[in-house]
């Protein structure tokens, strides 16, 4: 019998191992399958259940980007309309010149062509105005659903990416990895009796220690470096283009940092460490075994002693 646990980071670590012990794959489905197990809930119910009330403001840009669709949709068409309509103006006018013998008749022919022409040429003028004008609505609200998805995904207390955006984030750069030279690294770091904190320091503390580690880490990172708040007390590192030694050392630099900056709280110096575990992706590795053998590396770590660091081993966890 799995026991049951409500933090979503170790519901997911369970699952994992529970993959491992049954040697079954990581899929998709079957990964799903256990999370909702050890979680308590039935999948089926929470299937049925329904997508949960859009956000106010992705409600606003999708309707947004309905009317300027529709729009759209109704402008071309109404050009459609207008060319049909002047293209058969046209038509009648040149089979009438063909016939025509005056010279009278052959100069108002060729008036009404040029009238019709013209009519034409702002018809489309005006409506690949209107469509530039569409296509700037359009772009405003591409960046604003940008903006708007960073929100979603970003930790309210910390600012680093949430648990939330760590699927697609760590499966595209173990993609991509994989697809080029298979440098990914990452780190999992846990701080390092934490609850204590908050009894010794008052109701607060612990949450100005998790927001100045994610600030230093912020600082230290690369550009194009991630960080992700893996669980309450948990951040994960994701370095793209790194081997080991370099995440150890970028590890250690953020380790320096962090004490040689404690965070001063109600006019108290917080001092806290953090243990870490961490791992290179092996060939043919994918994001669940990486991260499997990351967490083991800082369980690792943590059974040394406090403000340890280890790496793990390339042993795969299970199959995949």
């Known amino acids: 019998m799995v026991p049951r ?3 979503p980071a170790e519901i997911a670590r369970t699952a994992l191992k529970r993959l491992a012990e049954l040697g079954l794959p990581p ?3 079957n990964y799903v399958r256990f999370y909702y197990d050890i979680a308590g809930v039935n999948q089926t119910a929470s299937d049925s259940a329904g997508p949960a009330n859009p956000d106010p403001a992705s409600a606003k840009v999708v309707a947004e980007a309905q009317h300027a669709v529709n729009d759209a949709a109704q402008t071309t068409a109404s050009l459609a309309d207008l060319i049909q309509d002047h293209n058969a103006d046209i038509r009648q006018s040149l089979d009438h010149l063909h016939r025509a013998q005056q010279k009278d008749d052959i100069t108002h022919l060729l008036g009404n062509i040029i009238d019709t022409a013209t009519a034409m040429h702002g018809s489309v003028s005006e409506s690949r105005d209107n469509l530039s004008r569409l296509a700037s609505a359009l772009q405003e609200m591409r960046e604003d659903m940008a903006a708007t998805r960073r929100i979603q995904e970003q930790d309210k207390l910390t600012g680093a990416q949430n648990r939330q955006s760590l699927d697609d984030l760590l499966t595209r750069e173990v993609k991509r990895a994989s697809s080029y030279d298979g440098r990914l ?5 846990d701080l390092d009796n934490i609850g204590q904190i908050n009894k010794q320091h008052g109701e607060g503390a612990a949450d100005r220690v998790l927001i100045h580690i994610a600030n230093l880490a912020k600082a230290v990172l690369r550009q194009q470096d991630y960080l992700v708040r893996y669980s309450n007390e948990e951040f994960l590192l994701v370095l793209p283009d790194t081997e080991i030694g370099g995440c150890r050392y970028l590890l250690e630099r953020l380790r320096q940092v962090f004490q040689k900056n404690p965070v001063i709280y109600k006019n108290k110096r917080l001092d806290a460490t953090f243990s870490a575990g961490i791992a290179q992706l092996a060939d043919e590795e994918q994001a669940p075994n990486l991260l499997l053998r990351a967490d083991h590396a800082m369980r690792r770590a943590q059974s040394s ?7 793990a081993d390339n042993t795969r966890l299970f199959a995949e």
Request: aromatic fraction near 0%.
């Open 5 to 7: 646990t409500s933090a």
């Open 185 to 189: 690294s990452i780190a999992l770091i």
């Open 27 to 29: 899929t998709p489905e």
């Open 305 to 311: 002693g406090i403000n340890q660091t280890e790496i």
